[in-house]
């Protein structure tokens, strides 16, 4: 098969030949039909996470964000068959461990071993392996196309968790996202779904104004207005909500900084090498403030979770967003 194979890191990927994958007696084989590129791909190019423990060696293959049709099934798959339109949740689990059992999946003890594109060779290639298929694929209705589907099941369905499930977000509400990238803009659709107001940081103009085609009721250039006194300003005081979708250390202070009492911090972003997992917070502030603290990392269950995402959404003018979302059923 042909795959982009990383040769060297910080180098351009090369597409050449390389060995198909075997099939997994737990797993399947996808016939990719689309890839998202997310932020965690840079940081594994760039060797960004050596220092947590993620460093890929070359010749390696990326992806993890992607969207297919089974091609074969191991011989203990019960609930696939070759032709099957499938999405694979980038948080896996292997049904066991005590997390999976309680409907934890996404945080499962052996789940960093079975994320392709980071633990083994993933989908930026025509065909990528998968284990514990019954557990972790999750079908694709025939509505929603592979290239609108290939970015969900990572940066949407961690979006969704963090301001739905975990902040709760509520009509009516401030959220303030900083960070429009591609997790930052699920964020912002998402919370402007729920009838939140939402504000929008970044140093982009060009992220800045696609924040308010997906419903942003205003944007601040944060390279050249202070963000925690524009958003006091704009919303009287502080959000209810502010999420961090970077993960450097300015933007987790300045989200936790934009907070009114009582409001609720959601860490979408991973650190860099530069802050190594740590990053400066104003405790007094937390404390006096009673300020919550939520940390997200992707939907709790896939099977039941993704697929009522699924049932919800539809394509929105932009190919690359959703509208539909709901409260209900969460």
């Not at 929603?144 to 290939?150: P, R």
């Not at 405790?283 to 995402?309: F, K, P, Q, W």
Request: proline fraction near 4%.
């Amino acid at each position: 098969m042909r795959a982009a194979v990383i040769e060297e890191l910080n180098r351009p990927l090369i597409i050449r030949n390389v060995p198909d994958p075997e099939c997994p007696a737990d797993g399947a084989i996808v016939r990719v039909g689309a890839n998202g590129i997310c932020r965690t791909d840079w940081h594994l190019w760039t060797d960004d996470w050596a220092w947590r423990g993620l460093a890929i060696k070359p010749p390696f293959v990326l992806g993890h964000e992607f969207s297919g049709t089974i091609e074969e099934v191991g011989r203990d798959v019960k609930d696939w068959k070759k032709g099957d339109r499938v999405i694979f949740p980038m948080n896996p689990g292997e049904g066991t461990c005590e997390w999976c059992r309680s409907g934890n999946q996404h945080v499962c003890d052996s789940g960093a071993l079975l994320v392709p594109g980071v633990s083994y060779w993933g989908a930026f290639a025509e065909y990528v392996a998968i284990r514990y298929a019954d557990v972790n694929l999750v079908r694709l209705p025939d509505a929603i196309s592979f290239v609108d589907s290939a970015s969900m099941a990572c940066r949407y369905m961690a979006a969704f968790h963090g301001v739905v499930n975990q902040a709760a977000v509520r009509g009516g509400e401030w959220v303030v996202v900083h960070g429009a990238g591609g997790m930052g803009l699920s964020a912002v659709q998402i919370a402007v779904a729920t009838g939140a107001r939402v504000i929008a940081v970044d140093t982009s103009l060009k992220a800045l104004n696609a924040a308010r085609d997906l419903g942003a009721v205003h944007t601040i250039n944060s390279r050249t207005d202070d963000p925690v006194e524009a958003v006091r300003t704009i919303t009287h005081g502080g959000a209810q909500v502010s999420v961090d979708a970077l993960g450097i250390d300015e933007t987790c202070r300045n989200s936790v900084m934009s907070l009114r009492k009582l409001g609720r911090h959601v860490q979408l972003g991973h650190t860099t090498r530069k802050e190594k997992g740590y990053v400066a917070l104003p405790i007094d502030v937390i404390l006096l403030n009673e300020l919550r603290l939520y940390g997200t990392l992707a939907l709790r269950y896939h099977a039941r979770d993704v697929r009522s995402r699924y049932s919800q959404a539809r394509p929105s003018r932009s190919s690359t967003c959703w509208t539909g979302w709901s409260h209900r059923g969460t």
